[in-house]
């Protein structure tokens, strides 16, 4: 099946500095790809679609200055978490779609301390 | 807005025991139905998807779930499980109009298989 690659897998930061999350197609180009947030425990929610070439979409509830993200080339979206705090601890998610199927990355395991 | 129900946050079975995880979607619209696994800190992997045609759908891992349009129902089923299926696992659903890209995720249920 397709793969998707997220970087880092974990990442501790300290409070008030900005981390970056990679999001990487491998063996296809993604037009679209979607960032999801999920708390522990519970179910993933989706925070914002990522274009290629163009803005986000965020979802309701999703401040898009603090989450920016960046659709640079067909194969790599960018979730940069800024200004972060504790309660922006959370795990992170991407996925595509090469058809009818999404591929999910690993997830970001983020710790903000 | 489109919804997923997965009552049992958590569901304790014995090894070779079967197991049914249940899962419901408020939409009467036409829908795309999947089931996704989750292993501790790790993505998620699609275990099976009804997209159209035959409601019983087969997966891997023996899993298999079966649509139920009337009783907006997707609910997955082994008839023998591993220590190994010990894992989250989730229902999604996405509105035919507006693609199957945009899923919308139930809270999940913890399966856990003891021997």
């Known amino acids: 099946g397709a793969v998707v690659s997220q970087h880092p897998s974990r990442v501790i930061c300290k409070s008030g500095t900005s981390v970056k999350i990679e999001c990487r197609s491998l063996?296809?180009?993604?037009?679209?790809m979607f960032w999801y947030r999920q708390f522990p425990k519970q179910s993933l929610m989706l925070m914002a679609t990522s274009n290629e070439g163009s803005k986000a979409t965020y979802e309701q509830g999703v401040e898009k200055d603090k989450f920016l993200i960046n659709h640079a080339s067909l194969t790599l979206s960018t979730l940069t978490v800024t200004s972060a705090h504790p309660e922006d601890s959370s795990f992170y998610i991407c996925?595509?779609?090469?058809?009818?199927?999404?591929?999910f990355g690993q997830g970001t395991r983020l710790t903000v301390v | 807005a489109q919804s997923v129900t997965q009552l049992d946050s958590q569901v304790p079975v014995f090894e070779e025991a079967p197991v049914e995880l249940r899962c419901n979607y408020s939409?009467?619209?036409?829908?795309?139905l999947f089931w996704y696994v989750q292993y501790p800190n790790q993505g998620l992997q699609l275990l099976l998807k009804y997209l159209s045609g035959s409601t019983l759908v087969k997966g891997i891992n023996g899993f298999e779930a079966e649509f139920n349009k009337s009783q907006t129902s997707f609910h997955l089923r082994k008839p023998s499980v591993h220590i190994s299926d010990t894992a989250e696992y989730f229902c999604a659903v996405s509105d035919r109009g507006t693609g199957f890209q945009k899923l919308v995720f139930g809270t999940g249920t913890r399966l856990l298989v003891s021997p």
């Open positions: 996925s595509a779609f090469p058809q009818t199927e999404a591929f």
């Open positions: 063996d296809f180009q993604a037009t679209t």
């Open positions: 939409s009467s619209v036409s829908v795309y």
